[in-house]
C-alpha cells in the first residue's frame, strides 16, 4: 500500500546480506515508495556505506528524489562522507535543489560538515544557489546560513572558495 518493498526495508535497516540476495534476485533497485523515497535514500540516510555501494554497483538510479531531496543531499546534510563520495563517483548532480531550493551545499553549510562542504565544492557546487524561501525578503546562500550557525570552518572554506575563484557575492 505504501510501496515499500523488501528491498527497501532491507537497505533501511542495514541488512547488508538481504540486499544482496535480493539484488541478486533481481530486485527492483529504482522502486520507490509512495512519496518517492528509494532504497538508495534510504540507505544514504542511515549511513549504511556498504549498501549504498551494492546498489549503486546494480544500477540505482543517483538522482532519485523524495520530496526533492536526493541520495546526496540528505547524506550531505548529515555529514556522511563516505556515501557523499560515493555518490558524487557516481554521478550524482551536485546542484539539485529540494522543495525550498536548498542544496546539497546548503545542507551541509547549515550542520557545519566542512569536509563534505569541501567535497561538494570540489564536485562543482554552485556556491551562490540560494534558497526559494526566506525571511524579511531575503533568501539564503550556504554562507548565510553557514554565518547564522556559526560554523567557522565552513564559512572560511567557502569564503575561501568565493575569492579563489573570483565568484561575486
Known amino acids: 500500500k505504501e510501496g515499500v518493498t523488501s528491498l527497501y526495508i532491507a537497505s533501511e535497516l542495514g541488512h547488508t546480506e538481504i540486499v544482496k540476495l535480493l539484488l541478486e534476485a533481481k530486485a527492483d533497485v529504482n522502486a520507490t515508495d509512495k512519496n518517492g523515497a ?6 544514504s540516510a542511515n549511513n549504511h556505506t556498504e549498501i549504498v555501494k551494492l546498489l549503486l554497483d546494480a544500477k540505482a538510479d543517483v538522482n532519485t528524489a523524495y520530496n526533492g531531496m536526493t541520495p546526496l543531499f540528505i547524506a550531505s546534510g548529515k555529514g556522511y562522507l563516505e556515501i557523499v563520495k560515493l555518490l558524487l563517483k557516481a554521478k550524482a548532480d551536485v546542484n539539485v535543489t529540494d522543495n525550498v531550493g536548498a542544496t546539497s ?54 569564503k575561501e572558495y568565493k575569492t579563489e575563484n573570483k565568484i561575486n557575492y
Open 38 to 43: 528509494s532504497m538508495l535514500f534510504m540507505a
Open 105 to 158: 551545499l546548503y545542507v551541509a553549510s547549515q550542520n557545519g560538515h566542512a569536509e563534505v562542504v569541501e567535497l561538494l565544492l570540489s564536485a562543482g557546487a554552485d556556491v551562490n544557489a540560494k534558497t526559494k524561501v526566506g525571511g524579511r525578503g531575503r533568501y539564503y546562500s550556504p554562507l548565510d546560513v553557514a554565518e547564522h550557525n556559526k560554523h567557522e570552518q565552513v564559512i572560511k572554506l567557502l
